[in-house]
């Protein structure tokens, strides 16, 4: 079964920064395409950011181009997302997923969350 366990989440003031790591397990990791998501209070889940198989491909949410960047390390079956300049509106429970590549392919693997908080 495949497990996908986040972690480096936690209570920051805006401005701050954070790391959240993901680690995969029970999956053919480096063939993968690794995506972050994040979940607000009241409001559907939504993509942040994701990382082709090989690190050169990377997508981000608008609203969080040039503060947020995704890393991997396919060695440690690892994926990061280093969060910078961090704003309240930010505040969410952040998700890694997996999916296979292929136009078609969903994310069918999903962590079970880490919780971010930036205060004003």
């Known amino acids: 079964q495949v497990q996908l366990v986040e972690s480096g989440g936690g209570l920051v003031q805006a401005g701050d920064s954070l790391r959240l790591s993901c680690a995969a397990s029970r999956v053919a990791f480096s063939t993968y395409i690794m995506g972050w998501f994040r979940q607000a209070p009241g409001k559907e889940r939504e993509f942040v950011s994701a990382?082709?198989?090989?690190?050169?491909?990377?997508d981000y949410a608008d609203s969080v181009k040039g503060r947020f960047t995704i890393s991997r390390d396919n060695a440690k079956n690892t994926v990061y997302l280093q969060m910078n300049s961090l704003k309240p509106e930010d505040t969410a429970v952040y998700y890694c997923a997996a999916r296979p590549l292929g136009a078609a392919a969903t994310y069918g693997y999903w962590g079970q969350g880490t919780q971010v908080t930036v205060s004003s």
């Open positions: 990382i082709r198989p090989s690190g050169s491909t990377t």
